[in-house]
């Protein structure tokens, strides 16, 4: 696959997981939000949120993909369902995702790409 559908596939699901974030953060009316990060000219993608839950400043990254030599690395996954899970469905193949959050040493035993 092409690495610029790489590209359109991570945006649209940190961009579809943003919205459903905003929609919940308008009825729990807390002072923080949820934001996309796109580099496109380094291949960065972040999910993260920043503001204030109550008395406390909350800050924190959900998800943070990269694209490196043609593969998709998953640097960080916050979520449940796993975002790794989601871009197979979209087609890209296992062996295109690095679960990069694993060491190296067990990446081989994972069904996804090793490096």
């Given at each position: ?33 949820v ?25 924190g ?16 996954d ?19 995702i690095?679960?990069?959050f ?14």
């Amino acid at each position: 696959m092409a690495v610029e559908q790489y590209r359109q596939y991570i945006q649209h699901i940190l961009a579809e997981r943003q919205k459903r974030a905003a929609m919940q953060q308008k009825l729990n009316s807390e002072e923080y939000e949820v934001q996309t990060i796109f580099d496109e000219k380094q291949d960065h993608y972040q999910l993260l949120y920043v503001g204030w839950r109550g008395n406390r400043r909350d800050f924190g990254c959900i998800l943070h993909l990269d694209i490196k030599d043609g593969k998709i690395w998953i640097q960080h996954d916050g979520t449940e369902e796993g975002i790794a899970n989601r871009l197979v469905d979209m087609g890209v193949p296992k062996q295109d995702i690095i679960l990069a959050f694993h060491e190296p040493y067990i990446r081989q035993f994972t069904e996804f790409g090793t490096n």
